[in-house]
């Protein structure tokens, strides 16, 4: 009745914003992710008929804002007969929560896996993958290591692994620019930008062709044609959210410092380029050879508060049983 699980967040290339069905929480737009493999998150699931009621604790303290959506996560799980047991959910980050960094999809991700073994529940991975997107969108992709695309249906969504991580070996470099809380999350600020944002109908319309060409760049391993489909696929998911009423920003100074600074790089012939989610930090991806340079660049650029950085991983995965 015991598992633990890990999960690394995903960060996409091609981006999610917007869902056609909010009670399903179905995406309303097909997306393209990389799994990373130095951020993660470990949780731990535990049914005990003791306990009163769930309990969630993310680093070792009690988080009650949190545990309404881990509790939904937990019901979720098929084969339940009438009540289910109470769960204690211990889970560990080694990076900011909350901040834009996805956690919310290593997050879910972990859970699902380790909550389906101390369910004693088996799962295939697109229906694992199918419970944590339910409970978060993007954590569905964290099931998936490497290369990820999600399609998103009317009903259910689809996955499929593109490429292994060892099949186009990309690092990721993270500009942490601020660690507080996201002021406004991402459910609440699509659905904003759904009912508000001028851009929102051809957000929807052009996300098509914009897959089409980041599949074939992953599948030419066409690092050119794959920076400049990202970097435009992330500005405009970021012109729905400005254009919003109220407007959703969530890029600071720093943030542009950093777009700079990759502007910069590439300029000087790197392979890199720079997406940005529902938060201030910056995520680089360029090719190993360049890893160097970006770190360096990144860490020297005025309010950058810390840098992390590795390759693409694997799938959320089950550590331990009892
Ligand atoms: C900007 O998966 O956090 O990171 O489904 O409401 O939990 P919910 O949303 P969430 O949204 C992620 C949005 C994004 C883009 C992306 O990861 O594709």
């Known amino acids: 009745m015991r598992a633990t699980a890990q999960a690394q967040p995903n960060i996409a290339l091609i981006k999610y914003w917007g869902k ?8 309303a737009v097909d997306s393209l992710s990389v799994t990373l493999d130095a951020l993660w998150t470990r949780t731990s699931v535990m049914f005990d008929e003791r306990l009163q009621r769930d309990e969630f604790f993310l680093n070792e303290q009690v988080r009650p804002a949190m545990l309404s959506r881990v509790s939904q996560c937990l019901d979720s799980l098929p084969g339940w007969t009438g009540s289910r047991p109470f769960a204690r959910v211990d889970s560990v980050c080694n990076f900011p929560v909350a901040a834009g960094l996805a956690s919310s999809a290593s997050a879910f991700a972990a859970l699902v896996v380790a909550a389906c073994s101390a369910a004693g529940v088996e799962l295939e991975q697109l229906s694992q993958a199918r419970l944590a997107g339910r409970a978060s969108g993007s ?6 290591g490497g290369f990820v695309e999600l399609t998103a249906g009317d009903e259910f969504i689809d996955l499929h692994q593109l490429a292994e991580p060892s099949d186009w070996p990309l690092s990721v470099v993270v500009a942490v620019t601020e660690t507080g809380p996201k002021a406004v999350g991402s459910g609440e600020a699509m659905q904003r930008s759904a009912e508000t944002s001028p851009f929102y109908q051809n957000w ?3 996300q098509g062709g914009d897959l089409d060409i980041a599949r074939r760049a992953v599948a030419d391993r066409d690092f050119a044609s ?10 405009k998911m970021h012109s729905v959210m400005w254009a919003s009423r109220p407007p959703l920003v969530y890029w600071n100074s720093v943030t542009m410092a950093c777009m700079e600074t990759i502007r910069r790089l590439q300029a000087i012939g790197h392979s890199v380029f720079f ?16 890893e160097g340079a970006v770190i360096e660049a990144l860490a020297a650029t005025p309010g950058v508060r810390q840098i992390m950085t590795g390759g693409l991983g694997a799938g959320a995965h089950l550590m331990d049983s009892a």
């Open 20 to 27: 056609r069905n909010v009670v399903l929480n179905l995406p």
């Open 139 to 144: 954590a569905a992709r964290s099931l998936y």
């Open 204 to 206: 929807l319309d052009k």
């Open 226 to 235: 794959l920076a400049a489909i990202a970097e435009h696929n992330c500005l």
């Open 275 to 290: 997406t940005i989610d529902a938060g201030p930090q910056l995520k680089a991806v360029c090719l190993p050879e360049s």
